[in-house]
């Protein structure tokens, strides 16, 4: 469950001064500032430290689409609700079909086998805290992933804990263009 907070929900005018220069980048690269980013932006440290690892993730070997899928389920498994609604919207304009994001959204993993495998280890992943056995690694391998693509689900997970956390603990409200995204999720 979400906890209600006093965490700031900054603008470029009221964010710490460290943290305005990675607002304005935000900016540039996906045309907002979400909420969730805004109030990240109460630590400089936090939000450098996301972008970064968000920009490294972005730049390795997942389509986009397998990029949402990644952060859907990784916000299923740490009961984000912003998150799955900020990734239901992008999972959608990124190509993962409809009744796919409906079944991350519901904790299952999407029809589409390379991408029900993905999302697995995934899941995986998450619930035994990296623990994963050789069946998982090999079903990930028989959908056509390699090696260092499972390594690469790792850093999938790390991306997304920060912001999953991150709103645990300041509660930012849904921005009003994920609202049709809402998701009152099955863990807390």
């Keep these: 469950m979400t906890t209600t907070t006093t965490y700031p929900v900054h603008t470029l005018d009221t964010a710490p001064a460290a943290s305005r220069p990675l607002l304005e980048r935000l900016t540039k690269s996906v045309g907002m500032v979400p909420n969730l980013a805004a109030a990240m932006a109460e630590s400089p440290v936090l939000l450098e430290g996301f972008l970064a690892v968000r920009e490294i993730f972005h730049h390795g070997s997942f389509t986009p689409a397998e990029a949402q899928v990644l ?56 619930a035994a805290r990296g623990h994963v056995r050789e069946h998982d690694l090999g079903r990930f391998a028989a959908a056509g992933f390699s090696r260092a693509q499972a390594l690469e689900v790792v850093l999938g997970v790390a991306v997304s804990v920060l912001p999953n956390f991150a709103h645990h603990i300041t509660g930012c409200p849904v921005d009003e263009v994920f609202g049709a995204h809402l998701w009152e999720g099955h863990r807390g």
């Design 71 to 126: 952060a859907l389920t990784n916000a299923y498994e740490n009961g984000c609700r912003y998150c799955m609604a900020l990734h239901s919207a992008m999972a959608l304009k990124d190509g993962v079909p409809q009744d796919g994001v409906a079944a991350l959204r519901e904790g299952r993993p999407p029809r589409e086998p390379r991408l029900a495998a993905l999302s697995d280890l995934s899941r995986r992943l998450v």
